[in-house]
């Protein structure tokens, strides 16, 4: 399985929450698959969606949140795990698309090939840590937990379009569905 086909897999199991999305070819392929004012596509700071979802699920407790991450992302920003698990929000989803690959710089491998990223969040403390495999994720992120869930797939981009949209413009659609 591609990326693009677990981003179709989550994006089936949402309804209203708030997903924010990791950048490049990630983004890109959630605009083509399921475009909506809930969706904040990152444009650049690679790294920092799970640090601006996490401050979006303690600005706004009563949302549920999703985040869909990288692992290169992951790897990248290590302390918003620690923080994730120090802040604990109950509103929170945190998925990482692991396909060991930096995919929108040209499937560069990651060092997530060596590593079991849901135990690295276990290991810091965070309770609900799953593989996407073993759950039911309309369940989990209903859950009123901090969940992590890990979702292994292959490297490799689909020929999603760019997204017409502005960071403006996104940041004022997102803004305006909150």
Do not use: H
């Not at 392929?29 to 996490?54: A, C, P, Q």
């Not at 930096?102 to 593989?131: D, F, R, W």
């Amino acid at each position: 399985m591609k990326r693009r086909d677990a981003i179709a897999k989550i994006m089936s199991a949402i309804d209203d929450e708030l997903v924010l999305c990791n950048i490049g070819f990630p983004s890109r392929e959630l605009y083509d698959i399921d475009d909506r004012n809930e969706n904040f596509y990152m444009i650049g700071s690679m790294g920092l969606v799970s640090s601006i979802g996490l401050g979006l699920a303690l600005a706004k407790p009563n949302k549920k949140i999703v985040i869909i991450d990288g692992d290169g992302s992951f790897l990248m920003n290590l302390g918003s795990v620690i923080t994730t698990f120090a802040q604990n929000p109950s509103n929170l989803t945190w998925i990482v698309i692991n396909n060991e690959a930096y995919g929108s710089t040209g499937n560069q491998e990651t060092y997530a090939k060596n590593l079991n990223l849901k135990e690295m969040a276990k290991s810091v403390g965070i309770k609900n840590c799953y593989n996407y495999e073993e759950i039911d994720l309309n369940e989990i992120i209903n859950n009123n937990e901090c969940n992590f869930i890990c979702f292994n797939t292959e490297p490799g981009n689909s020929p999603a379009p760019i997204i017409d949209l502005t960071p403006i413009e996104i940041k004022k659609r997102f803004i305006k569905s909150i």
